[in-house]
Every structure is written in C-alpha cells, then in structure tokens.
C-alpha cells in the first residue's frame, strides 16, 4: 500500500553501480531506509541532488512493517533551500546534524511533533542570517526536550557548575567527570534561553565554541546511554577555528 509523507534526508550509502540506500526521517513512519535503483543514472540526476543532508521531501512510498528496506515511488523537493547548499558554514552545520540525528533518532514510529520540530527548525535555518555559526548549539539544545533529557535552566551566582548527569545547574563541583566548569555553565545557560532568531547576540571565540560542543554532544552521549563518534565534527572545527 502506498502511503504519501513528508520526509528529512538523514544518511546516503552508494549501492551498487547507480542505486542508494537512503535514510529518511519521515513524518509517517519515523526513520526509514529505502533501496532507491538508478538514482546515479543520467536521467535521475535531479532526484540524486535532492538527497543531501537535511533535504526536505515530498514521498510517496510502499511501506510496510518489518521490511528492512522500503521503497519509495515518487521523491519530490518539499521545501527548497534557497541557502544551505550553497554556504559553505550551513552547508557544513547540515552534515554534521544529519549524522547526529543519523546516530539518535532509531525509532520507527511516528513521532509528528518532533518531525514538525525538525522541518521548522531547518526552514528557518535556510533563512538565517544573523548567528548561523551557532545555529546547531540552539538546536540541539531544543532538540534535548523531545528526546526526553532536556536540561534545566536554573543556573545562578550561587549555581555555576551544571551537572549533565542531574541536568541541573548545582552549587558544588559534582564528584564525577560530567560537568560544565563555571564559564562554560554561564554560556550554556546563555544558549539555552535563546531563540534561533537570537542566538547570535551570544559572541562565542573558537576554543569556547568547539569546547561547548563536545560538551552538548557528551551530554547526549550520557543520556542515550551510547558513545557519539561524530566524524563530521572535525569539519566543524575547522571551519570555526
């Protein structure tokens, strides 16, 4: 039976001489992956550019339970981006957060509001245009509150230290490994009560960048009780350093 949705490109794996196993965030089913044949051929050219990360979809596909590759009969661009592919700092902010949700989001069921959280949030990522370099830190941090770990903001003078195992911000250095020092604790709460339009009146250098996030990315390491390896993030790096 065929079912229309909406769908997020995730992940691409070359399969065979012109076929790709793609996986899909969709909005119907979850996370999917489907076997898509002669989708490096000259005639489907256009259909292969529409498979890069973080591309919005229009599909039509023959789902069904348990099968461990579905297939897709109609692929269409559902929200053309006008800027991602063609800026070199999005364009690297889409691949590292396409292999971060590749790696976080399993489920194969249906989840609307994260899909609509996910869609929104890379449409107004295409229009962005003040505070792009921190785009990904306010997004992951909305992210934490459909995953179910989202931290609390309760940091004060007498609350510097934010426990990522309690998700709090403490008095005392917690007695284990997984915490923010004082500063760090001061501009994680700074990025948590920003919006995506805000988030660039935080001004970051390099070292705090690159340092908050390896903070972010342990955090969810923690909380999913799995160790991120996110091969993309020495990109990242690179382009803010």
């Known amino acids: 039976m065929f079912h229309k949705t909406e769908g997020i490109v995730l992940h ?3 399969y065979g001489d012109s076929g790709r196993i793609v996986t899909v ?15 490096h051929s000259k005639k489907s050219s256009n259909k292969a550019n529409l498979l890069q990360p973080l591309f919005l979809l229009d599909m039509e596909i023959d789902h069904r339970q348990g099968r461990e590759l579905q297939r897709a009969r109609e692929i269409r661009t559902n929200h053309p981006y006008q800027t991602v592919p063609y800026d070199i700092v999005k364009a690297s902010q889409a691949i590292f957060l396409a292999e971060l949700l590749f790696k976080v989001l399993k ?6 509001k994260l899909f609509q959280f996910l869609s929104h949030s890379f449409q107004i990522f295409d229009l962005l245009q003040h505070g792009v370099a921190n785009f990904h830190f306010a997004f992951l941090i909305q992210l934490t509150r459909y995953m179910g770990f989202a931290p609390t903001d309760n940091f004060s003078e007498e609350r510097q230290f934010f426990d990522m195992v309690s998700g709090l911000f403490v008095e005392i250095r917690p007695p284990h490994t ?16 920003c919006s995506y339009e805000e988030i660039g009146n935080i001004a970051l250098n390099s070292s705090q960048r690159n340092q ?25 790096r690179e382009l803010f350093s």
Do not use: N
């Not at 997984?178 to 009560?193: D, G, N, T």
């Not at 996030?213 to 990242?236: C, E």
């Open 12 to 14: 691409g794996l070359k």
């Open 178 to 193: 997984y915490f923010l020092e004082p500063q760090e604790s001061r501009i994680f709460s700074e990025l948590m009560a």
């Open 25 to 39: 965030y969709t909005e119907a089913f979850g996370r999917c992956s489907f076997i898509l044949q002669g989708i």
């Open 107 to 112: 489920e194969e069921e249906a989840r609307p």
């Open 212 to 236: 908050i996030l390896i903070k972010i990315i342990d955090y969810f390491s923690l909380h999913l009780g799995i160790r991120l390896q996110i091969k993309s993030l020495d990109v990242l």
